[in-house]
């Protein structure tokens, strides 16, 4: 059977993105129509294409209200994941639906019984074993959280702040970045809060003014829309947690993740704060130290300082120059280098299709090739634009159904055009493993529930953490890593730079604990005051200190997705350490530990709890001891 890539619209995206969505939504009625009147032959099948349609649907108006240049198109997407949304939530109170599903038998398919296994979980979940009053107060519910992050995100996007400079407060920044950012009529300078506009500056502007009004520009974002937003959204998850008897949305929120309860989230929190601890202070120190060699009436270090003076003791303590380093990683040679780096890992080929359909030029389009056969097909949106999503993230576009559809990803992010930083090379890597993970696991897998990225969600960032491991290593990088004079990064340089992020990983880990801290914090605690209560949790987990007048919560773009759950980065991490063990730092590509991570792990999908994967991999149980090991040398 041969499936082509989906047909996306050139023109007329309003009208595509109806049709996709609606028609997934006709017909998804259509198939639980037939199975609620027990008309087809196999209830798993019926519901596994009902599971399709609407992930089909989902999947294009999430995208589109992330990208779509068209801020109606955007609008259109936001307003057809709503109906999607709807018509789910409607599903998971069904009575009579879950009935027929409940019945259902799984034969001697192990996948089978484990997808009933979990819809019968979800079904539960979603209360279908409420009163008539809660099961519509459930569906109420879950409309308005939709429509709320939905408003928070676009508070976000929307959002942007700019602060205006002379020339000559622009001392230390890359002569790349001056050149881009020329002179108004005015003779000042705009700088926005974007990341290719305020990156550099706050890691390279010498002066301290500047770097403290972008600080408090970038620290409120959205705000104060998105105070109101947030207060109303955490009040309406409490409340659907409570209708499901659940105390609070971190323990409903928790129940389906690897750490399984909302209270061990703070125990890990605590676990990583204090295997941290020591080695931050340490670090924050030689930070304190340096800054008050130029600023002698300094008392602490804040974020206003945290990103230039960690980038200045690298640069003096290990003879790294981020400037120097930015001169080996051009856009256009990084991107490709990904692709030839991943294709020979996971022995992949990724052909550009000159003439795939795409929404914006800036995008490129990728059909993903092994043993040459298409396996699927990724889209590359990688720059900044109005109204476009302002982080780096994957988005699902096609969930691959083995002998129905192939699938197809999409990789959001906002870089520069031309010099990137090495962590942007990271980040690029890091965002580039949830693409490969939902190819690689969207193949020959019949049930939809389990394909791409469909394992626990604190397990998800794993394969993308473990994967930055490649941009780190010297020669990986000498095969991309290229200046404009055509010589490879040199491995000492390289050598020197991994030495130098050594430095600011406790502080690092305390400030994740901080963000987890606020995540949890927020639903659980659901405090009247969230800017005092950011404050109070800052001084709790991180060892920097609040800044006044800080509003970051109001821009946490993951307070939407990731919920209460922020901690799963870190949690993934412990996970991604432990894996990247298995591998010879002497050669990343050995094709034995590739081939078997590739079929054990990404291949796999959701198929089995996330913690088996791993131990199918690793042969053994995963451990902390990795990890502790990174943190403490």
Same mark, same amino acid.
């Given at each position: 059977m041969t499936i082509t890539a989906l047909e996306l619209p050139t023109d007329d995206a309003h009208d595509w993105l109806t049709d996709r969505c609606d028609g997934a939504l006709d017909d998804a009625r259509t198939l639980?129509?037939?199975?609620?009147?027990?008309?087809?032959? $196999?209830?798993?099948?019926?519901?596994?294409?009902?599971?399709?349609?609407?992930?089909?649907?989902?999947?294009?108006? &999430?995208?589109?209200?992330?990208?779509?240049?068209?801020?109606?198109?955007?609008?259109?997407?936001?307003?057809?994941?709503?109906?999607?949304?709807?018509?789910?939530? /409607?599903?998971?109170?069904? +009575?009579?639906?879950f009935a027929v599903l409940d019945k259902a038998e799984a034969g001697d398919d192990p996948d089978a019984q484990r997808l009933l296994d979990l819809t019968r979980r979800d079904f539960r979940r979603a209360g279908v074993d409420k009163s008539d009053a809660d099961r519509e107060r459930l569906r109420e519910l879950a409309r308005a959280e939709l429509t709320t992050g939905q408003q928070f995100a676009k508070n976000i996007r929307e959002g942007v702040r700019s602060i205006t400079v002379r020339p000559e407060q622009l001392a230390g920044m890359p002569q790349d970045w001056l050149d881009a950012h020329p002179a108004g009529p005015d003779g000042t300078i705009t700088v926005t809060t974007d990341y290719p506009d305020s990156v550099p500056l706050m890691t390279f502007c010498a002066d301290r003014g500047v770097r403290a009004a972008m600080?408090?520009?970038?620290?409120?974002?959205?705000?104060?829309?998105?105070?109101?937003?947030?207060?109303?959204?955490?009040?309406?998850?409490q409340e659907h947690a409570a209708l499901l008897g659940y105390a609070n949305w971190a323990d409903? $929120?928790? /129940?389906?993740?690897?750490?399984?309860?909302?209270?061990?989230?703070?125990?890990?929190?605590?676990?990583?704060?204090?295997?941290?601890? /020591?080695?931050?202070?340490?670090?924050?120190?030689?930070?304190l130290d340096r800054l008050r060699r130029d600023h002698p009436e300094v008392d602490d270090v804040t974020a206003v300082d945290t990103t230039f003076y960690s980038e200045v003791v690298r640069k003096e303590e290990h003879d790294v120059d981020a400037q120097l380093v930015r001169t080996y990683f051009r856009f256009d040679r990084v991107r490709q280098g990904l692709l030839d780096v991943t294709g020979r890992l996971f022995g992949l080929e990724w052909r550009e299709v000159p003439d795939a359909p795409v929404w914006h030029e800036d995008v490129t389009g990728y059909d993903v090739v092994r043993d040459g056969e298409q396996i699927g097909r990724i889209y590359l949106d990688l720059h900044p634009r109005e109204g476009k999503f302002k982080h780096a993230a994957q988005f699902t576009l096609v969930s691959g159904v083995d002998g129905v559809q192939l699938p197809e990803g999409v990789l959001v992010c906002n870089f520069s055009r031309g010099l990137m930083e090495h962590d942007e090379v990271v980040t690029l890597f890091h965002e580039f493993g949830?693409?490969?993970?939902?190819?690689?696991? +969207?193949?020959?897998?019949?049930?939809?529930?389990?394909?791409?990225?469909?394992?626990?969600?604190?397990?998800?960032?794993?394969? &993308?953490?473990?994967?930055?491991?490649?941009?780190?290593?010297?020669?990986?990088?000498?095969?991309?890593?290229?200046?404009?004079?055509g010589e490879p990064i040199p491995a000492d340089l390289v050598a020197r730079m991994k030495e130098a992020e050594e430095f600011g990983k406790g502080f690092l880990a305390r400030t994740q604990m901080f963000y987890?801290?606020?995540?949890?914090?927020?639903?659980?605690?659901?405090?009247?005051?969230?800017?005092?209560?950011?404050?109070?949790?800052?001084?709790?987990?991180?060892?920097?200190?609040?800044?006044?007048?800080?509003?970051?919560?109001? &821009?946490?773009?993951?307070?939407?997705?990731? &919920?209460? +759950?922020?901690?799963?980065?870190?949690?993934?991490?412990?996970?991604?350490?432990?894996?990247?063990?298995?591998?010879?730092?002497?050669?990343?590509?050995?094709?034995?530990?590739?081939?078997?991570?590739?079929?054990?792990?990404?291949?796999?999908g959701g198929r089995k709890d996330a913690a088996e994967l791993v131990r199918d991999f690793l042969g053994r149980d995963y451990t902390f001891d990795a990890y502790a090991e990174w943190l403490a040398r």
């Open positions: 639980v129509e037939r199975l609620k009147q027990g008309t087809v032959t $196999d209830v798993l099948a019926t519901w596994n294409a009902v599971q399709i349609e609407l992930g089909n649907a989902a999947a294009a108006a &999430s995208l589109f209200s992330e990208v779509h240049p068209d801020a109606g198109v955007r609008e259109a997407a936001d307003e057809a994941a709503q109906r999607v949304d709807d018509y789910s939530t /409607e599903l998971g109170v069904d +009575g009579e639906l600080t408090h520009e970038r620290n409120n974002i959205a705000w104060p829309a998105n105070d109101a937003v947030l207060a109303q959204l955490f009040g309406l998850r409903f $929120d928790a /129940e389906v993740k690897m750490i399984g309860e909302g209270k061990q989230i703070r125990t890990f929190i605590d676990k990583i704060t204090d295997a941290a601890d /020591e080695r931050a202070h340490a670090d924050k120190q030689i930070l949830h693409l490969v993970h939902h190819v690689l696991g +969207g193949q020959q897998h019949k049930w939809a529930r389990f394909s791409g990225v469909a394992t626990e969600w604190d397990f998800v960032e794993a394969p &993308s953490q473990m994967l930055e491991e490649w941009a780190w290593d010297a020669s990986v990088l000498a095969t991309f890593a290229v200046n404009d004079a987890a801290a606020v995540s949890l914090g927020l639903h659980v605690d659901r405090p009247d005051d969230m800017t005092a209560y950011l404050q109070e949790t800052q001084r709790t987990y991180s060892v920097f200190p609040p800044l006044p007048d800080n509003h970051f919560h109001c &821009s946490f773009g993951h307070l939407d997705g990731y &919920s209460s +759950g922020y901690y799963t980065y870190m949690w993934s991490l412990v996970i991604a350490k432990d894996m990247f063990s298995a591998f010879d730092p002497a050669d990343l590509f050995d094709q034995d530990v590739a081939t078997r991570y590739r079929e054990k792990v990404l291949g796999m």
